[in-house]
């Protein structure tokens, strides 16, 4: 039964792959004059549900958009919690110049503090009310990584919120997660290379087949996790995604074309409508196909 304060809590707190990121104009960036005819964006409830990251929002009032941000930076990222399951869907946010300086360390927990606090913008009512990855097996997988976001001390700690979590086994995490994090915050995310990276990033948690499992304590493992990375710059913009099976194994020696999918493919497995808010023929255009040397994938 939905709770009947949800549809107002969905109006108060709800309110991503293509890239120009190459110099090689034979990779086939999508730089043509566009029109602005855009039939799938998002309701401007929000300014924030405008933004180039956000993909569709679900039109039900079993989810919430979570926008948290901070006086320095604006918008940190950007979630979307499945209440009945008690699980993020997707994080988005944003690299850029302004957002990438490394200017504090990773947040620490104090004494007497979690490392992993509940999300204050989440009604208790729909999150767990005690840490439910202690002692589960898997690690805490940051959505939205910490390394991304050391530009403030504030913006660091909201990333360790438990709705920026999913649950990875370590080897995965730590491995081949690790290292599409490191392409994406460190090979991609140059002056010279972006004006702006938009990424969406999650695990699968709306299809059966495509979970893992449940715990004893409620935390669904997703079976897939993904990426979705626009970059757009002076030549225009480009689309690459992700597409990984979460193993306990440690794959991190594999090469990352192989887990390179197009934006349309990643779509059709996940059912999430990436980067709706561009005009649709460039939606189009871009989305359908994928150049990895373009991103520097051979």
């Not at 190459?22 to 990779?27: I, Q």
């Not at 799938?40 to 039900?60: S, T």
């Not at 503090?113 to 999150?127: G, M, V, W």
């Not at 005009?279 to 994928?290: F, I, L, Y």
Request: hydrophobic share 30%; glycine share 6%; proline share 6%.
């Amino acid at each position: 039964m939905r709770h009947p304060l949800l549809p107002l809590l969905a109006a108060i707190f709800c309110t991503l792959a293509l890239c120009g990121c190459g110099e090689d104009d034979d990779d086939n960036p999508v730089n043509r004059a566009s029109s602005s005819r855009n039939v799938n964006a998002n309701p401007a409830i929000r300014p924030e549900y405008k933004r180039l990251e956000m993909p569709r929002v679900r039109n039900d009032n079993n989810n919430l958009v979570v926008v948290h941000s901070t006086p320095e930076y604006g918008v940190n990222y950007i979630l979307e919690w499945d209440c009945q399951k008690k699980s993020q869907r997707w994080s988005c946010y944003t690299l850029d110049r302004k957002n990438s300086p490394k200017n504090v360390s990773r947040w620490y927990a104090g004494s007497g503090e979690s490392q992993y606090p509940r999300d204050p913008d989440i009604p208790s009512a729909y999150t767990f009310a005690e840490d439910p990855y202690y002692r589960s097996g898997y690690d805490h997988g940051h959505i939205c990584p910490s390394y991304d976001r050391l530009n403030s001390k504030e913006a660091n700690i909201q990333t360790f919120y438990l709705s920026n979590m999913q649950p990875q086994r370590n080897l995965f995490n730590a491995g081949l997660w690790l290292k599409m994090e490191n392409i994406v915050s460190s090979t991609w995310n140059l002056d010279k290379l972006r004006d702006t990276l938009y990424v969406c990033k999650g695990g699968t948690i709306d299809n059966p087949e495509q979970v893992l499992l449940t715990t004893n304590k409620g935390l669904l493992v997703p079976r897939y996790f993904y990426m979705a990375v626009l970059c757009k710059n002076s030549q225009g913009y480009k689309a690459i995604g992700f597409w990984v099976e979460h193993l306990n194994e440690d794959h991190s020696l594999d090469n990352l074309i192989d887990y390179v999918v197009s934006i349309d493919k990643l779509e059709s497995l996940t059912g999430i409508d990436f980067f709706c808010n561009l005009p649709d023929d460039v939606e189009e255009e871009a989305e359908k196909m994928v150049y990895p040397s373009a991103w520097g994938l051979k």
